[in-house]
């Protein structure tokens, strides 16, 4: 049997912790569901990682799950005498440690992180310097530098999988990977790709509750980024049009993007995360307005990122709140749901493409990283399949 070894970066994260919890209850060879069960053989914080060539301990007791899930202290805690923690100054040190086990080309990492800088050069050594794979989630690498970056770290499609950084229930990605390949010009994109703003808007359009309650909520649920002010300054939104906008072949960067927060920028300064918590309820009463103002417009306000190619060759690319209405594509999406319509000469008018899915949410995210690495395992198809 032929183990895929894989290495959680940030498997100690909201995510992360249930990415483990998932593949624990169906993925190892404790599942006998693949030829190719998968074997995690390393998990990574900030600081440093706990290894063990054989496999993590923590896989073998699955039923001890409840016991780590809901929070970073406790699995800690739980990890801390299972197997042996190494600390590192740099996350490419792990790379080298790899290389030294004897294990160079078996292993697939799963960025689970938020990192910026020491995870775009980890990807880029992974990429270019050895012959493992990458899966992510985190969209940093992919967005927030040059296209180069992008065009480095995903020119061997099958080690680099980003799935997960745009919509990660759906195939938004590999849809436009798809038009790229078959030379099919996107002309628009119009998409809500935000579980945070569009659990939001669909909220606040009810009424009754406070912005700063649902942002709450939206963060106790796992919706948000480590911190929201990345999903309500707007970058997160702009970091995955960014992403589907290169994938279809535009070069495309952060100053190119009209980019409106979803709250006044006043209150988008503080970085500790509960100070930051606290003074957001300065921004309920302007959001209610804001959702009253549109519904005595009969419309409704949606957290919208758009893409326009025109005639003469140039784009526009838009990411902000818009008034549409209730009833529209975007106008009707539900709670955490993300829509993205995109228009090409073949998919036009009632041919539209459009793909609707739960974007957000540490099920979600760990359910489609676990499909993207199902996806690469040569044995998948070859098990004992049952149907009950
Ligand atoms: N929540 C969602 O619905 C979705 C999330 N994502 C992405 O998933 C990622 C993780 O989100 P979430 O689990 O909520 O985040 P958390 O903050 O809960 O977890 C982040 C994890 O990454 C580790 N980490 C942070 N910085 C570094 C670094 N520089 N090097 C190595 N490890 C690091 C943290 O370790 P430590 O504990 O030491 O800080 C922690 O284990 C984000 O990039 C997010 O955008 C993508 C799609 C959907
Ligand atoms: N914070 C993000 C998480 C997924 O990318 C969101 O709310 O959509």
Known sequence: MTYQNVVVLGGSGNVGREFMSQVMRHDTVFS????????????????????????LNIQKNPENIYKWRDSKETFNTFMRDLDEYHQYDNLCDLLKFIQDEG??????????TAGKDDLRDFHLKVINDSE????????????????????????????????CTVMAGANAVSNLLDYYDTSEIVKKIEACFSGTLGYLCAELEKG????????????????????????????????????????????????????????????????????????????????????????RNGKTLRYIACFELHENGNSVFKVGLREVPPDSPLGSLKGSANKVIVETDIFCGDKQSIIESPGAGPDVTAWGLRRELLSRLTGRKGGDYKLT
């Open 208 to 295: 009754g509750r406070s912005f700063s309650e649902i942002l709450n909520d939206a963060k106790i649920m796992g919706y948000t980024e480590p911190h929201p002010k990345d999903d309500l300054n707007g970058i997160d939104v702009a970091r995955k049009l960014i992403i589907c906008a290169r994938t279809f072949g535009h070069n495309v960067s952060m100053t190119d993007i009209e980019l409106e927060g979803f709250i006044d920028e006043s209150f988008l300064n503080i970085d500790d995360v509960d100070d930051f918590m606290e003074s957001v309820k300065g921004a309920d009463q302007d959001m209610k307005n804001k959702f009253d103002s549109a519904k």
């Open 103 to 112: 294990m160079a080309g078996e292993i697939v990492f799963v960025d689970i």
């Open 32 to 55: 006998k569901k693949h030829l190719n069960p998968t074997n995690i053989i390393g998990l990574t914080d900030s600081k440093g990682f706990w290894f063990n060539r054989h496999g």
């Open 132 to 163: 493992e794979t990458i899966i992510t989630a985190n969209k940093n690498p992919l967005s927030i530098y040059s296209t180069d970056v992008f065009g480095t770290l995903t020119r061997f499609r099958e080690r680099y999988g980003f799935l």
